[in-house]
């Protein structure tokens, strides 16, 4: 009887090691996350990344996708470029700190000044989950009423017409500015951009009469056209947008083959398990079916655009191409 027990004891614990063992390697990802999470918006308080960083984070929480609990912090630095090196380098072991981003992320690692030598392909791509676009404004009494007007005055005499935007000369706004010219045949680097710190100042300019047009987001002219105080000549989606703006054309109704997209989305380290990344698409896809989620896009101005980490990444690569054909014009490429 003894022998017997013995054999039966030894083979219990056989099956508890295994099972320890599989809990502790493959097995750990079916309780991950097990500890808080920790969304990083690389900016300040206030701005686009933020925001999303936000609204994420308050969705998932409150409709329990996340069980885990959920923090933003904000790292503002070069556009994001400071973040993303410490993130490559020093949390790349980290599965529980995620990050948003959006076309910088592609631009800052190919412009050729303050330039990233990190890009999309150092971490993993995890959800694309709203989408914004580039509108072209003048003052609601400016003499322009069609983008190709300004297109036409730029041809003739580039030192004439002052195109501003809220970001840095290669970035952003620089390359939505830039985009319809470039496309109608103008050489991008003889366009006169100038640079604000951020959207609303650029705003300003604009109203001011120091600027003639203004690149800068779709979802932020709202105010100031239903204010009358603006005319957006063209939007740089392939389709009418909605709303306010549902009768502004896109830039391809004028003729002009360029669309430009200001997607936001998420993003973790490259070492997530494939696992762990069907996690996050499994939770990022229930975010996007969410009412609660549809209600603060709406709230926020964003147009949803769910991708899973899959199509996100090939998007990416997609995108990469447009963002260096138009730094390449502008002779900002890094070589």
Not at 16 to 38: E, N, R
Not at 181 to 202: I, W
Request: aromatic share 8%; glycine share 8%.
């Amino acid at each position: 009887m003894k022998k017997r027990f013995t054999w039966q004891f030894t083979i219990l614990a056989l099956i508890t090691a295994l099972t320890l063992s599989a809990c502790s390697t493959g097995g750990q990802s079916a309780k991950y996350p097990d500890k808080a999470v920790t969304v990083v918006a690389p900016s300040g308080a206030g701005g686009g990344w933020d925001k999303t960083a936000r609204s994420v984070t308050k969705i998932l929480t409150e409709t329990k996708l996340v069980a885990s609990p959920l923090t933003v912090e904000n790292k503002p630095g070069g556009g994001g470029v400071v973040f993303l090196g410490e993130y490559v380098s020093k949390d790349a072991n980290d599965m529980h700190k995620l990050f948003v981003n959006s076309p910088p992320i592609l631009i800052n690692n190919w412009k050729s000044e303050g330039k990233s030598p990190y890009g999309f392909r150092d971490v993993q791509p995890l959800a694309q989950l709203t989408t914004d676009y580039g509108a072209l404004v003048v003052s609601a009494d400016s003499k322009y009423n069609d983008i190709n007007e300004v297109i036409a005055d730029i041809k003739a005499d580039p030192t004439k017409v002052t195109v501003a935007g809220g970001s840095a000369p290669g970035s952003m706004d620089h390359l939505i500015a830039v985009l319809p010219a470039y496309k109608a045949g103008v050489d991008p680097k003889t366009v006169k951009y100038v640079s604000y710190d951020g959207g609303g100042e650029a705003m300003t300019a604009l109203l001011g009469k120091n600027a003639d047009v203004i690149a800068t987001d779709a979802s932020s002219v709202s105010e100031f056209l239903e204010a009358g105080k603006i005319k957006v000549l063209a939007v740089t989606s392939n389709e009418r947008l909605g709303g306010i703006l549902k009768d502004v054309p896109t830039l391809k109704e004028k003729g002009i083959d360029a669309d430009f997209t200001i997607w936001r989305g998420v993003f973790g380290p490259k070492k997530l398990s494939p696992d762990q990344v069907k996690y996050w698409d499994d939770a990022f896809k229930a975010l996007n079916d969410k009412e609660e989620w549809k209600k603060e896009l709406e709230a926020n101005g964003w147009v949803s655009e769910y991708k899973n980490s899959a199509d996100f990444t090939k998007f990416l690569e997609e995108q990469e191409v447009t963002i260096k054909q138009l730094l390449t014009a502008l002779g900002m490429a890094n070589a």
